[in-house]
């Protein structure tokens, strides 16, 4: 599994850990929603699921399950400050559209189905 955290998510994701004990790691995803069909879902992780693939980037555990696996593989997660707001930002190599609000992708597997 290669999912990358920049040096600014890696330092955000770290003092989320911190301020969270019961949290081991980040549990990063996707579910089925919004216009174009998949959206990312990122957590703390409290425990690990069996299907989960399991990676470490500097001391952080990163947590992706066995379905939201092949369309994440690849991903950098970047932690973007602009103005007031913040947000994580992905890098996804597998997307292929994103709805006009992107909040949502698409992958080939989708448009093949």
Known sequence: MAIHLSPAALDRVKTFLSQTPAAIGLRFGVKRTGCS???????????AGADDAISEQDGVRIFVDADSLPLVDGTEI???KQGLGEQF?????????????????????????
């Open 37 to 47: 069909g998949w959206s990312y879902v990122v957590d703390l992780a409290r425990e």
């Open 78 to 80: 970047d932690f973007l």
């Open 89 to 113: 930002v992905f890098r996804n190599p597998n997307v292929k559209g994103e709805c006009g609000c992107g909040e949502s992708f698409t992958t080939d597997a989708d448009r093949a189905a």
